[in-house]
Every structure is written in C-alpha cells, then in structure tokens.
C-alpha cells in the first residue's frame, strides 16, 4: 500500500536545498509501485512529476501535483553486466561494483543522483558519459501503461542529451550496463582521484543544480578565441558556457541569495536563502548578457520544475 504524504517540503530531497512544497509526494521501490502511483494520481486527477536524485532540478514554491520519487536500490550483476532499478545512487553503484572488481567508469564518480536520471540526461564528465557504459534501458511509457526495452541505439544519447529528455511520457525504470574487470584497489583509487579532481574545481558539495547550461555549440570565431586562450582543443564545437559567463562579466553575479559561483561560473549556487524566483531571474540576465555579446543561445541543463497545471 502506497503511502501518499501531503505538503511535503522538497528543499532536503534536492541539490539546490531551496524551499519548495510538494502538495502530495509518494516514494517508489518497484515497477508495481510506480504503476500504483501514477494510477492514483489519475483517480485524483492530479499531474504527476517524477523526482529521482533531485541533483539537477530547481522547485517552485507550490508544485500542486503528484512527486513521485524514485528510490531504492534493487540491483543484479551477472559476470560483467549489471542490472539496475533507476533509483540506484551512481556514486554508491561505482564504489560498490568496484569493490567487487567491475568497473572502467570511475570517472563518472561523485556525478550526484540515480542511474535513471545519468540515462536521462546522458550525464558525464571528464570525457566518459553513462552512454558509453549502457546496453540497454528498460522505460515506462506513462500514457499507454506499457514497458520498452530500448537498445542504446533507441536511447538516442549525446551531449546531456537522451530519448527520455525529449520525451517525459517515459519513465526509466532499469538500466542494463556493462563494465570491465578491474582491480578493486585500482578502482577505488580511480574514484578517488577523480572526487579529488572534482573537489579541486569546486565541483562537489555545493548548494546548486551543477551545470545550470549546457557548453553551446558556437562560431567558428568564437571557438579560436576560447581554443587560444585556453589552449585545449574545443569538442563538437563547444565552448563551456562557464568561460561565456566569465567572458561577459557575470562570474559572480548576484540575485537575492543566488549568484553565478565565483569558481565555477555556470554552477548557480544558493548562498543561503536563494528562491527558486531569483535563480530564474540570474539565468535570464546570464542569457541575456551571452545573447548580447556573442549572439549565443544558452540552454538550461537543469529542469525547471513549473506549475504549468
Ligand atoms: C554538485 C553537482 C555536480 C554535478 N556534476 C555533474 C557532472 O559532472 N556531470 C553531469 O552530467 N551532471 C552533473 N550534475 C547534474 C546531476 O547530478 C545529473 O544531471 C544527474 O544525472 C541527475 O540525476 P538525478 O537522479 O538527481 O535526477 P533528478 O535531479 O531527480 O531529475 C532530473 C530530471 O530528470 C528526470 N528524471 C529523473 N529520473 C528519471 C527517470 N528514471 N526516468 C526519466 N526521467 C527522470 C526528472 O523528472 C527531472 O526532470 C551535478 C549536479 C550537482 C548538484
């Protein structure tokens, strides 16, 4: 039997840890529950939305609908293949199979979040993306109450990018994968390192969503200059938002209690009391300062949770 809670506040179950007010919330273990909840809210006609780790998401103040949240950690590995429920921690997953000698995927250590939610957004660093270890994706197709098995050809992944991203209907439930035999100490240095990398640059333990824009892809000019500076090769024609931001004088900018993070520019950081309102207000005059400047288009990698019911 699910346990549906009501008014419950979001700001503990994400990143940002603004103040934000689920009207009913449900957790999820299993496939039959998520099937239960989204039946409930359909008997309530109430919407529903789907929170996993909360590590790339901002709130509004009243989301009159239905969270579902995934969590649970059910996994099964067979040889070099592991077979995960979507709410399984990332990280936890990387140090667990890593202890038993499986892995090749360590640089992805200390990505916040759920497996299901690295597939929807095809979440990387350091050059590896989940995409690279996926075989395939078991979803939920929320209108048709129908399960897919989807290759990873069917996933459509590239840059922070997935089928699923595109099309919310679905709802990743399991991820298959596969991973090398590796030494456990190996591995666990690996990960190591790559926390260590990522503390460095002040990329862990902050109050944001962690990228807030996607790198553009950008003109040729704009590449050179970035390429100069910098003196490392662009991929895809990319250039990271974080140095636009720079560029246009926006690294630290601030809102209210949000502020453009004066290491990292393209994490919006909450300072302390930062309203979901004021960290659209310091995107929007982020975009607006790149669009004047380099007649660039940034794009939000964070989901905006809006009451658009
Ligand atoms: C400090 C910090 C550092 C970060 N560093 C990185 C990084 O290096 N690289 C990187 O790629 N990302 C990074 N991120 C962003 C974030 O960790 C990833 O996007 C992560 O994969 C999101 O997973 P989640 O479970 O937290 O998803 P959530 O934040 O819960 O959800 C994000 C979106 O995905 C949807 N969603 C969640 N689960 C599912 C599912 N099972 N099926 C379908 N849709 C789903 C939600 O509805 C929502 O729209 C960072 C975030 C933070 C806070």
New binding site residues.
Partial sequence: MLEIKENVPLAPM???EISGTARFLVEVRTEDELLEAIRWAREHSVPF?????????LVPEYLDALVI??VGDETDVRGNTLDSW??TN?FLLIRSLGAKGLGGWEK?A?????????????????GP??KDFVISVR?LNTQTLEFKEFSNMECDFSY?HSF??DN?D????RVRITLEPVEPEASAALANETIAE?EKRH?????????YFMNPVAPANIVKMFEDEKQVKSRESRVPAGWLIEKVGMKGAVVGGAQASPQHPN?IVNTGNATAHEVLELAVRIKKAVKEKFDIDLKE???V?VNKF
């Fill in positions: 994400t990143t940002f939305i789907l929170l996993s780790g909360g590590s790339n998401v949240r995934i979507a709410g990332l992805l200390g990505i916040p979040g759920t497996i299901g939610g690295a597939v929807r957004g095809n979440a990387g660093a350091f993306e989940i979803a922070r699923f991203k919310p679905w709802i990743v439930v990522r990329l862990q333990n902050v109050r944001a969503a962690g990228s994490y990698e964070a989901a949770f």
